[in-house]
């Protein structure tokens, strides 16, 4: 597996990869995610969009969400293509994306949908905990859902 940019003809098959309504809210908080969305997201200020490539071909997403008020990088809106889930993807796109995020500061961070059970299992295998109570009720205020956050474990 490979990161590189988010192209200009990626956007669309990104989009295609929630199936419903459900996982669409619990990826990233909208109901139905178009082609323009995902087009949107990368050309944000202090996102970097990746797209993860399995021999050659689209097989995931993801965001790096640059903090350097805080020092810190959230990795976001991370997602698998369909057929390829369960298979440990996933794990090894948040290990580049880490690697990656890295590079710009040294604290990693990732929130997600409290119902979200199998991306827990993923974030966690690749060395991310829950955050402390206390800190992640003070980092849900203003949040549409109290999201589980986790902090990448340093392995130095």
């Keep these: 597996m490979e990161l590189t940019a988010l192209g200009p003809t990626h956007p669309a098959v990104v989009a295609s990869w929630a199936t419903s309504a459900e996982e669409s809210r619990r990826w990233c908080s909208h109901?139905?995610?178009?082609?323009?969305?995902?087009?949107?997201?990368?050309?944000?200020?202090?996102?970097?969009?990746?797209?993860?490539l399995l021999d050659g071909e689209p097989?995931?997403?993801?965001?790096?969400?640059?903090?350097?008020?805080?020092?810190?990088?959230?990795?976001?809106?991370?997602?698998?293509?369909?057929a390829l889930r369960g298979r440990g993807l996933?794990?090894?796109?948040?290990?580049?994306?880490?690697?990656?995020?890295?590079?710009?500061?040294?604290t990693v961070l990732m929130r997600l949908h409290p119902d979200n059970v199998p991306a827990l299992r993923?974030?966690?295998?690749?060395?991310?905990?829950?955050?402390?109570?206390?800190?992640?009720?003070?980092w849900n205020r203003g949040q549409p859902v109290p999201y589980l956050w986790l902090r990448h474990r340093r392995d130095d």
């Design 90 to 106: 996933g794990r090894r796109m948040v290990t580049l994306l880490t690697n990656l995020a890295r590079d710009h500061h040294p």
């Design 122 to 138: 993923c974030y966690t295998a690749a060395g991310f905990e829950l955050v402390p109570p206390d800190e992640a009720d003070q």
């Design 59 to 82: 097989a995931g997403y993801g965001e790096l969400w640059l903090d350097d008020d805080e020092a810190e990088v959230e990795l976001a809106r991370l997602i698998v293509a369909p």
């Design 31 to 52: 109901d139905r995610v178009t082609a323009e969305n995902v087009r949107r997201w990368g050309t944000e200020p202090d996102v970097l969009a990746y797209l993860a």
